[in-house]
């Protein structure tokens, strides 16, 4: 049997399979599908301080090879996300990792704080990305690489946990960004968020997302997440969580090839809720017919 | 529990008017599937279309089950060609659906357009129920009136060309007033037509129960697309159509439009 697995962070994952953010709920929904003991790691919906009620509708609109998404982070917030959904998280041994949002650098670290407190969580996911949501100073944080390593270091300062750092690919230079994230202590980075993008209704004329704008995934991002990757790869010795348009086992393979120690799949869970364990089945199989022994034999291993 | 299943088609046709019909051998869904629940079906074999589409279930006759549509997109197109014996990915069932264990003696269905799909099931199930049944059916026209299966229904159409001209409401009205008090709304159509269905229940003082039809990218709770907002004590909660709906106790809705 091969060996699947992978460290990222203080975490030892059993294989390199995660749940993207925002596209697993908290994994209850799934449960009936999928064997949540099987993956690598869940990485739960994103939760900020407070509730958010999310943006109007329509939130989503389907488009060549993905879909564009608006949701707009809805979530019951920290107290109700701590005290309601992480009891779920005690019944599996998989590692549940939570994903934060905030609006300021300083509620990051709140959210670490009060996450550190409670044993069921093993990671943290900063999304300092979303393309769908306002911040403080207009800006996504993302961009700067300054913001970028403030966030990084008063997560760190909060938590003993596992951080891991969702970037965006709409940057100048993600290798800047990237770098940022390590040298303030990120375990991890996450690569990559979604492409804001438009469309629209060419009868009403109107955008067919009710926010105007909204997050490009699917197969469409793929190449980019790709890129991304093994631009980052090269950049930073941290470990890589490629993500992007992951429908099956050979677009897994490719962010592995590119540089990334593991992968997680996102819209590709809409689509068929049993992506993810099809993929490590895949993995295993495709390890046995090139006699790869280890996975982290393929992280970078693209041939140039 | 909902599964994901290839299966076999037995049949896709054309039934009346622009509506088709495709009846599917799907054992496991159709054992556990009560009215008014609906599968999501993955059409083609590659990204077009992306999304999987939503669709009630038209009739539940275990092993089958049966799917009504109109083609009307991409995905609907594409639907229309799979031709007998070959197999169709489905999910399902999802959702929760029509509660019909009150003491009610009477129900009145109320169906839009393509909204009648999740009726007829429902139609079955009361009918096992022994309850007296009233079905009014609405449309813009004729074509798009599928009464098959509904015995004695009541016909509106926005241009007269079957039935009354009009809309539902105005069946609904005067029907409510000649109703005994234990009597239940299910209904189930385009946005309008449920609000206008929910205030003449309401003011009739008849309980009504809708289906909500929302844009869906799961189908089964984890990507939030398809919420609608829903009273939540004092406050107001967007709640999500694929899971705790498509079914909603009409009073609940706090209506956009």
């Known amino acids: 049997m091969a060996d699947l697995r992978v460290k990222i962070g203080a975490l030892t994952l059993q294989n390199p399979v995660l749940t993207a953010s925002g596209t697993f709920g908290t994994g209850e929904e799934l449960a009936d599908f999928i064997d949540l003991n099987k993956l690598g790691a869940v990485v739960v919906k994103g939760v900020t301080l407070l509730p958010r009620e999310g943006n109007p509708m329509p939130r989503i609109a389907e488009c060549a090879g993905g879909m564009l998404n608006a949701i707009g982070l809805q979530n019951p917030g920290i107290d109700r996300f701590i005290s309601e959904k992480t009891p779920f998280f005690e019944k599996f041994k998989v590692p549940f990792l939570v994903n934060i949002s905030g609006y300021q650098p300083a509620e990051y670290g709140e959210l670490a704080k009060r996450l550190e407190a409670v044993p069921s969580v093993a990671g943290i996911e900063v999304n300092v990305s979303c393309p769908n949501v306002r911040y403080s100073k207009g800006a996504v944080f993302a961009k700067d690489p300054r913001a970028v390593g403030l966030i990084t270091r008063l997560v760190k300062k909060n938590t003993k946990k596992t951080v891991i750092i969702k970037l965006s690919p709409e940057v100048s230079d993600i290798k800047i960004i990237a770098k940022a994230a390590e040298d303030n202590g990120a375990d991890a980075l996450s690569l990559i968020n979604t492409i804001s993008g438009m469309a629209i209704d060419i009868n009403t004329r109107r955008p067919k997302i009710k926010n105007i704008m909204g997050g490009l995934s699917g197969p469409a991002i793929k190449p980019v997440g790709i890129r991304c990757v093994w631009q980052v790869y090269n950049t930073v010795k941290i470990p890589l969580i490629g993500m992007g348009g992951i429908m099956n086992v050979s677009d897994a393979i490719e962010y592995l090839l590119a540089g990334a120690t593991a992968v997680a799949v996102g819209t590709g869970n809409f689509i068929n809720p049993a992506a993810t364990l099809e993929i490590i089945d895949g993995l295993n199989r495709y390890m046995k017919s090139n006699k790869i022994k280890n996975i982290k034999e393929l992280t970078g291993k693209i041939i140039l | ?257």
């Open chain 2, 1 to 257: 529990m909902k599964k994901i299943l290839n299966a076999k088609i037995i049949s896709n046709k054309k039934v009346s008017g622009e509506y088709r019909k495709i009846v599917l051998n799907a054992p496991s869904i159709a054992k556990t599937a009560v009215p008014g629940q609906f599968v999501t079906l993955k059409l083609g074999s590659g990204n077009v279309p992306f999304l999987r589409r939503p669709m009630s279930i038209h009739k539940i006759k275990p092993p089958v089950i049966e799917l009504l549509y109109k083609v009307r997109g991409v995905g609907t197109e594409l639907l229309a060609k799979y031709n007998e014996k070959d197999t169709l990915e489905i999910l399902g069932p999802l959702g929760n659906g029509f509660k019909t264990d009150g003491s009610f003696s009477t129900a009145i269905l109320v169906g839009g357009g393509y909204g009648i799909a999740p009726l007829l099931a429902l139609h079955d199930r009361l009918k096992k129920l022994d309850k007296k049944i009233i079905t009014i059916i609405g449309a813009k026209s004729k074509t798009l009136v599928n009464k098959e299966g509904f015995t004695g229904a009541l016909i509106a159409t926005e241009d007269g060309s079957d039935g009354i001209k009009g809309l539902v409401t105005k069946i609904l009205s005067s029907t409510c007033c000649n109703l005994s008090t234990d009597s239940v709304i299910f209904a189930c159509g385009p946005d309008k037509m449920l609000k206008a269905v929910s205030e003449a229940g309401r003011l009739h003082n008849i309980p009504c129960q809708i289906s909500m039809e929302n844009l869906m990218a799961c189908g089964v709770g984890v990507c939030l697309s398809c919420v609608c907002a829903v009273k939540q004590g004092l406050k107001t909660e967007n709640k999500r159509v694929c899971v705790d709906g498509p079914v909603f106790d009409a009073e609940e809705i706090i209506w956009q439009i």
